[in-house]
């Protein structure tokens, strides 16, 4: 059973950055695909970006590209967000999530994640 891990959230003010990691355990990290999807007060919850098991290949919402960036530590199971030029509307709950890597790429629906984290909490102040 593969868990995740969410850290790194916070109250920031705009403009700021933050990086967000979530811990992997239970599973082959290397194998798996890795997604970050957040949840705004009253609002789905929707995609912000992936990396890809295979080739570190990286997608993003377009709302986020250019301003965050997703790697991975494989030797430390851990991926990460970094979010620079953050925006009030940036607010979330940020979640992690994984699933086995099969395709060269990765993807964008829920549905298609495995395992999740808990979420943390990233608020932006004006």
């Known amino acids: 059973q593969v868990q995740l891990v969410e850290s790194g959230g916070g109250l920031v003010q705009a403009g700021d950055s933050l990086r967000l990691s979530c811990a992997a355990s239970?599973?082959?990290?290397?194998?798996?695909?890795m997604g970050w999807f957040r949840q705004a007060p009253g609002k789905e919850r929707g995609f912000v970006g992936s990396i890809s098991w295979y080739d570190d290949r990286t997608d993003y919402v377009d709302s986020v590209k250019g301003r965050f960036t997703i790697s991975r530590d494989n030797a430390k199971n851990t991926v990460y967000l970094q979010m620079n030029g953050l925006k009030p509307e940036d607010t979330a709950v940020y979640y992690c999530?994984?699933?086995?890597?099969?395709?060269?790429?990765?993807?964008?629906?829920?549905?298609?994640?495995?395992?999740w984290g808990q979420g943390t909490q990233v608020t932006v102040s004006s």
């Open positions: 239970g599973g082959t990290f290397s194998r798996y695909d």
């Open positions: 999530a994984g699933r086995y890597g099969i395709w060269r790429s990765t993807s964008r629906r829920e549905s298609d994640y495995a395992y």
